[in-house]
């Protein structure tokens, strides 16, 4: 079941802008929450320049405030985002990442004299700081932004290492980071601690914005069939089948699309048929086996 269904937030009505820049600020506050209440205040290190930055706040010689280490590391980054995948990344992934940055910094500041909010329980403090920053990141992806960061890092090297998932790229820094904060707190407890609550942010987030499904499976009916094929074939590299059809009523001949997708690339591919054609018919079910092509090989033998 997803719960963040935002529809269509793409567009340059005011209406449109002020409901993204609001669910986008939610989102930003969300995290820092995770961050600023239950993560740092007990050492913990999530994923990512975030949980770089909580390194550089316990290692710099001079006092510095986590929220503002994030920025001062993301600037590079968005700098180099605005030129790359221009204007859509200053509207979304930039002011997400500044939003989340200074919201850290306000909420350490606010509520200093009671940090840590738990006090001596890391267990619970490493699972509510996974839950609610899996939330924030979940709203915030659905607006079509990032927190900045590996996020951001990923996406260029998306560009070159196509075969080779966001996970999969996310995970290996994520283990990086973990092993940093082993070596500067000195205590193994906590790092191991600091990775439950990456992973339970991740899977948080997986479940929230792509469902329990493991894959997706759409029948498209459109006018608009081989403009909505194109764009899924140029920037989703899935595989679409075409089928004849014809409506039954008019008898008029109709183009019926067939894709097969994995769950991470679902939301993507909604947003695209709704951009192309927003009174598209699709129907969407799920799919828990599919063999063939980018998914499971079938290679074992029948007896």
Known sequence: ??????????????????????????????????????????????????????LLNRILPFELNTGLIVLIMNVPLMVAGLIIFGKEFLFSSVYATVASSLLIFGFEEAF?????IIQDDLILSSVLGGLIAGFGRAIIFRCGGTTGGTDTIVRFLHLKFQNVSFGK????????????????????????????????????????????????MLYIISDKADDIKKRLLDELHVGVTVLDGHGAYRGDAKNVLLVAVKKNCYPKMKDVIKEEDPNAFFIVTSATEIYGLNFKKNDKKEL
Do not use: W
């Open 1 to 54: 079941m997803k719960f963040l269904n935002f529809g269509n937030l793409k567009g340059s009505n005011p209406a449109t802008i002020a409901a993204r820049f609001f669910l986008l600020t939610l989102g930003a506050a969300i995290h820092a929450v995770s961050v600023a209440l239950f993560i740092d205040p007990c050492d913990m290190v999530s994923g990512g320049f975030t949980g770089i930055s909580i």
């Open 112 to 116: 200093e004299s009671f940090l840590p």
């Open 169 to 216: 790229m996310l995970i290996m820094m994520d283990i990086v980071v973990i092993a940093l904060s082993a070596v500067v707190f000195k205590n193994l407890q906590i790092a191991l601690y600091s990775g439950c609550a990456i992973v339970i942010s991740n899977v948080c987030f997986d479940k929230i914005v792509y469902g329990v499904d493991k894959a997706k």
